[in-house]
């Protein structure tokens, strides 16, 4: 359908003079306004531009919606995307039940309706990604749809059973709702989707028997991430394909194993007890993994406990620790030249400096890391990361939106020094005995001065620094 210069102009010009208080969610409404003026036709977009430039945006009339959805499912709509933000006293949308009976469409994402319904049975022949979000009045849902390959489920309230038939599915995410304070277990079963390729699941609602009955029988998995499952105690996992894992504040587990050849990514968010929660970890050589965690207390037990789960990555290609400086000073502290390092054989560390910012007595408030704004010694700070790794080949350090490197080479031959303790009792020499070059990346003046006086000192085979691009000789004894 060609449309004129002139009413593609008005329909735009309407769209442009909408009031301020529908600033924070007029952005979708525009962007779906186009997508009418593109895909189903100009009356439509006129109408939606209509409504939206009316006088009275004081209310939402649903009553226009339900118009706009309406012409949608009589043009055999087949993707339909309805986000209302549940904000400023916005109540849910009431979904019109031909919505869920629609023959046409295959991809169904809904965010703060109320589905008008408490059991819902989802049959639709075409449908290939359902997803809800934030919506109301659902208890259960069973899905017996034979062409569905995702289902996601997030933050739906009340929802207390959920049953998938759909023997293709190869993603499932389920998340329970963050708004309200308690939260009771949903009975979830996915014993038919033996297919499933990535599950994503969290809360109360994953328990040990869950996961015996569940996980071992996808073995197609390669992407499993647990968040928040606070009940979960008990994890055995032996997994050939998978490939990425994410253990996210899970902190009532006490036993973990995981058998993962394949494994190329792991993230750990999350304390340190007094047992390190990961008893085995057997996974692939290019392992790239992160790790956010944060000591209960600071004790002798509980950095002992961190050194034997750090040691656990000793194999990875990469590892990336976020370190509070503040929380993890006693850490640091401890790891000198009288304790083994876990870290002998790590080629590649990554250090983020910041704050995890995590509830852990709440999974539902998130887990993040905010910069640190603490002024950091570097040269100290590189000194305790080459106890805990003492021989890589990068160490990067990441402060806010710095990102400074060290890049190491070393000798074939490390120089003997048996009168120096620095690493009497390991099997291997630290890097004091055979680092060659040291190369420094976008470090200040002042730290960058104090780390070569740092790696002249205690480099016994030390031939060269480069300082950006820089390269300085160094004379031994000197």
Known sequence: MNISCALFETSAHQLTILKESAKEWISKLFSASFFCLNDLGLLLALKTAEFLSCAEMGFFCWGQLDLSIDFALESNVQELDLDIHLQNGLKYYNLPHRVLAAKSIKVLKLEGCNLGVQDL??????????????????KSIMVSTAKLLSLELDCCKDLERIKVNAQNLQSFFFMPSRRSSVTKPCEINLCACEFLKTLKVGGPSITDKWFECHVPKFTLLEMLSLDGCETLQKIKISLQ?????????????????????????????????????????????????????????????????????LALFNHCEVLTLVCSISKHRRFLEELDGSWLPPLYDLKHLRVEIGYLVASFKNWRDGCSVVPNWQPVKYTKLVDRLLQLCPHPNTLVIANDHLQMLIEFQYAERAVEDNADCCCRGWLRKCWRHDLKNVTLWRFKHNDQESLVKFFINNGKMLETITVDRKTFKVVQGK
Request: charged share 20%.
């Open 241 to 309: 394909r998978l490939k990425s894992f994410e253990l996210l504040r899970c902190l009532s587990i006490v036993d973990a194993e995981l058998d993962a050849p394949n494994l190329l990514s792991f993230t750990y968010c999350g304390w340190t007890p007094p047992s390190t929660p990961l008893a085995t970890l057997r996974c692939s050589d290019l392992l790239h993994a992160r790790v956010s965690w944060q000591p209960i207390v600071t004790t002798a037990k509980s950095s002992i406990a961190s050194r034997n789960f």
């Open 121 to 138: 049975i989802l049959n639709c022949p075409l449908m290939e990604d359902f997803r809800l979000k934030d919506c109301d009045g659902l």
